[in-house]
C-alpha cells in the first residue's frame, strides 16, 4: 500500500555498485510499510531489504537506530543486521533521501495471537532489554507523556462532536497520569512498537523483530505494558488472560520485575493505551483525504484504556 | 573424532549464563573439527557454535579473528558472527580456555565438485576480499615462504626413506619459489583455507564460510591459487578445467586482475601447493602414533605441485 519512492532497476544497480553484497537478480517494492519506503532486494548472494526513510524520520536519529540493531544482533538477538557499504557507511543517499540495505529476516508476522506466542513475546522483551539496559546509546522517548498532552490539545481542536467522547476521558486521563506516572523505575532502550506487524514468526518462534525507529530509552515495564495491550486484548472478547499470564512467564524467564514495577504496572498500562490512543485520535481527524495509509480506529484502545480503569490489581 | 574438551551441561549453562540468547535446550560435540572443540548448542533463541580454543590458536590472535568475522558480517557476508555476552565481551573464559559463542550457519559442505560451485567460491573469494582489502586489522602470514622452508627442513630430520623424493622436489622447488615469489600484488585479508569443509552449501549456492583461523593478509591472487588447488583438482583425474574456468568467471563477476597478478599466476599456484604440501608431510611424519586426528595424504598436493610445473601457461 505504500511504496513512496519508486526506484528502478538501474537505481538500485547503481547503488549496490558500492556493496559487497552481490550482483542484483530481482527486488520488489513492500507494501506494507506505513512510514518508510522498503524493497526487498535479491542479489546472487542473498536477500535484503532497502529501506528509504521518508519525512516521518528524522535523519540525524539514524545513526542511533542503525547502531542499535547492530549492538542487538551482535549480542544475538535476531533482528536486521544493517550492511555497511566498501566505504564503512551504513546511511547512503539515494534520489536525495537517506537509504540503508539491511538483512533480510525470514517469518512472517502471525494471524491470530496465542498464548504460545505472547510468552515468546515477553521472553523476546526481557532479552532486548537485558542487552540494552547496559547500552551507551541515548535516545529520549519522543512520544512521552508531555507528547500525549501536546497531541491531545492539538486533537481537541476539532469540532467533530464524534470525538468528545473521547476528549473528555482524555482529559480526565491526562490528569491522572500526569500526576501518577512513576519516575524511578529501571530503563533501558526499547523497542516501543511491538505490535503484531513487528514481529515475525517462524511456526510458533519469533523469527526476528523488525522496524525499530520508535525505539528510545524508557521504562522496562512501559514496555512490558505496550506489549501487553498489543498482545493480550481481543478488539471483540477483551483481555486474554492466558496471553498475559504466558507474556509475563516468557518474561521471568530471563528477567524479573522489582516491587516498584509491580506497583506501577496498573499506571504503565494505561499510559501505554494512552499512547496509541492520542496518536490514532490524531491520525484519524488530521489525515490528508488522499493519503496512502487508512488511519487505525483509536476505539480498540480506548476500551483497552477503560478495561485497565476498572481492573487495577492485574497479577505480575 | 575430535572434541578435545568435554563439557557438561551444568558447564554450558554457567558460560552462557551472561549471555541474552536464551535458555539451553540441547547441545553436541562436532566431530569434524580438527583444531578446536566445537558444540553446537541450541537454546530457546536459536542454534549457536560454541568454539573452545585449543592450543593451535594463540590466544593474542582471537581478538583478530573474531573482528574479522564481524566486519564481515556487517558487509552482508555471511559467515559466522561472534556473540557479545552482556559485559560486551566476545572472547570468555570456559574450563581455563578461551571460549566463544558464534551464530550457527545452515547448509552443509558439498560431496561432489561441479563447475556452478568453484563458479561460487571464485564470486565469494572476490566479494571477502573487496571487503576486506581496506580493512584496518593486521595479521601477517604466518605460514608464508619463510616458515615453508623452516617445516621443510624439519621434515628433512627423517629418517624415512619413503619421503626422500619429496625431499628432493621440495628442495627445488622452494629454491625455485624463493626466487620467483612476487612482491607487490595487491593484497587483503585472506581466508586461506578455502577447502571444501570450511564452505558451506545450501543446494548449490554458497550459505557461508567458517573456520577463520589461518585468516591473514596476503595477495589476492595467493587466495584465489590457493582455492584453485583445491576445487579444481581431482586426486584421480587431475586438474579440471571447467571447475577452473568458473572459478574464474565468478571471481571476475565482482573483481578483477591486473598483468602482475596475471603474470604471477603460476608462481602462486606452485607456491599454494607447496603451502599444502609440506605442511601435510610435517604431520605424516611427526603425528603422535596415539593422534585424534588421522593426517591427510600429502601425495594429493604432490601431484598438484608437478602438474603446475609442466603446466605454466593457465589463462586467467
Given amino acids: 500500500m505504500a511504496v513512496f519512492t519508486k526506484l528502478t532497476k538501474d537505481e538500485i544497480e547503481t547503488y549496490l555498485k558500492d556493496y559487497s553484497i552481490g550482483k542484483l537478480l530481482s527486488y520488489e517494492g513492500i507494501l506494507e510499510g506505513i512510514e518508510n519506503t522498503n524493497y526487498k532486494i535479491t ?13 516521518r524520520v528524522n535523519p540525524e536519529e539514524l545513526p542511533f537506530f542503525m547502531s542499535l540493531q547492530r549492538d542487538l544482533v551482535t549480542h544475538g538477538f535476531d533482528c536486521p ?13 539515494i534520489k536525495g533521501k537517506y537509504g540503508v540495505i539491511i538483512s533480510f529476516l525470514d517469518g512472517k508476522q502471525i494471524q491470530s495471537i496465542l498464548p504460545i506466542h505472547c510468552r515468546e513475546v515477553g521472553s523476546m522483551i526481557a532479552r532486548f532489554t537485558n542487552i540494552t539496559k547496559s547500552s551507551k546509546l541515548k535516545r529520549n522517548n519522543s512520544l512521552n507523556i508531555e507528547t500525549w498532552l501536546n497531541i491531545f490539545e492539538k486533537c481537541k481542536e ?16 491526562l490528569f491522572f497520569l500526569k500526576k501518577n506516572w512513576p519516575t524511578n523505575l529501571p530503563k533501558a532502550i526499547i523497542h516501543a512498537d511491538l505490535f503484531k506487524d513487528n514481529i515475525f514468526f517462524i511456526e510458533d518462534k519469533i523469527s526476528g523483530v523488525i522496524d525499530f525507529y520508535f525505539s528510545c530509552e524508557d521504562f522496562i515495564a512501559y514496555e512490558l505494558a505496550l506489549a501487553i495491550n498489543a498482545w493480550c486484548f481481543d478488539s471483540k472478547t477483551g483481555f486474554k488472560s492466558k496471553n498475559y499470564s504466558s507474556l509475563i512467564i516468557g518474561f521471568k524467564e530471563h528477567a524479573s520485575l522489582n516491587i516498584n514495577e ?9 499510559g501505554a493505551a494512552v499512547r496509541i490512543l492520542v496518536t490514532r485520535l490524531h491520525d484519524m481527524i488530521y489525515h490528508p483525504k488522499d493519503a496512502l495509509v487508512i488511519p487505525k480506529d483509536p476505539k480498540e484502545y480506548l476500551k483497552i484504556l477503560e478495561w485497565h480503569q476498572k481492573n487495577t490489581e492485574l497479577e505480575l
Same sequence: chains 1, 2.
Avoid at 262 to 270: P, S
Fill in 262 to 270: 509491580m506497583k506501577a504496572l496498573n499506571v504503565l498500562l494505561r
Fill in 43 to 55: 542479489t546472487s548472494n542473498n536477500n535484503y531489504i532497502l529501506t528509504i526513510f521518508e519525512k
Fill in 158 to 173: 476539532s469540532n467533530d462532536k464524534s470525538y468528545y467522547k473521547y476528549f473528555e476521558i482524555l482529559e480526565k486521563e
Fill in 81 to 93: 543486521l544493517p550492511i555497511e557499504n566498501n566505504n564503512g557507511l551504513i546511511i547512503n543517499k
